[in-house]
């Protein structure tokens, strides 16, 4: 079963950086976009931001200008590169793997991993 297993989480201080890695445990035959959400205590899920196969980025209003994502240089993967960090940002960032153009039932999650922004 593939799993994404994702990497790079832990504590920064307000303004910090932070650089998070996802990949595939195994190859998958069709992606069509990898991405991150997020989730803080008490809060819904939302996404952070996605590429597609074509390159093509989308992020969440609340982090444009500061986040980064880009493709691995492995197949079926994908770094988020975190700057200018506020504690708004603190959540659990899961790494999301979708094989069509929706999100739907087949798509792929990691387990998440933990971004402490604090003091």
């Known amino acids: 079963q593939v799993q994404l297993v994702e990497s790079g989480g832990g504590l920064v201080q307000p303004g910090g950086s932070l650089s998070l890695y996802c990949a595939a445990s195994?190859?998958?035959?069709?992606?069509?976009?990898m991405g991150w959400y997020r989730q803080a205590p008490g809060k819904q899920r939302e996404l952070v931001a996605v590429?597609?196969?074509?390159?093509?980025?989308n992020y969440a209003d609340s982090v444009k200008g500061r986040f980064t994502i880009y493709r691995g240089n492995e197949k079926n993967s994908v770094h988020l590169l975190m700057r200018s960090l506020k504690p708004e940002d603190a959540a659990v960032y899961y790494c999301?793997?979708?094989?069509?153009?929706?999100?739907?039932?087949?798509?792929?999650w990691g387990k998440g991993t933990l971004v402490t922004v604090s003091w």
């Open positions: 590429i597609d196969n074509g390159g093509g980025t």
């Open positions: 195994e190859s998958i035959s069709t992606i069509h976009a």
């Open positions: 999301h793997a979708r094989p069509h153009a929706v999100p739907g039932p087949d798509d792929y």
